[in-house]
Nanobody
Framework: QLQLVESGGGLVQPGGSLRLSCSGS????????IGWFRQAPGKEREGIVL????????YYVDSVKGRITISRDNAKNKVFLRMNSLKPSDKAVFSC?????????????????WGQGTQVTVSS
């Protein structure tokens, strides 16, 4: 019915860059607020960036602000996360989530639905 699929993860050297993709199936992402989250081994999942539906407002967590860019390609029904200057501490499973509500924080809503995640490893 509704599905999100992340791609673009992999192994990158410190200081390198990756572009992650969140692809929608069964619905149009442009109608949804989209957030990117990460979960490092042994740590809780945290919100990284959130872009409200209609591209009205974007919120970033302080630890990545200035290093990441979220963008949409509605024709391809995708949302991208460009990450630069990656650090070993960025190693995590990155997931995207979608919901209807307009947000002012990075906290996910109960009704949000998620992709399965893509692994990002930053290592020399």
């Amino acid at each position: 019915q509704l599905q999100l699929v992340e791609s673009g993860g992999g192994l990158v050297q410190p200081g390198g860059s990756l572009r992650l993709s969140c692809s929608g199936s069964g619905f149009s992402l442009d109608y949804y607020t989209i957030g990117w989250f990460r979960q490092a081994p042994g740590k809780e999942r945290e919100g990284i960036v959130l872009n409200n539906s209609g591209n009205s407002k974007t919120y970033y967590v302080d630890s990545v602000k200035g290093r990441i860019t979220i963008s949409r390609d509605n024709a391809k029904n995708k949302v991208f996360l460009r990450m630069n200057s990656l650090k070993p501490s960025d190693k995590a499973v990155f997931s995207c989530a979608a919901g209807f509500a307009i947000r002012s924080t990075l906290e996910p809503a109960q009704s949000d639905f998620w992709g399965q995640g893509t692994q990002v490893t930053v290592s020399s």
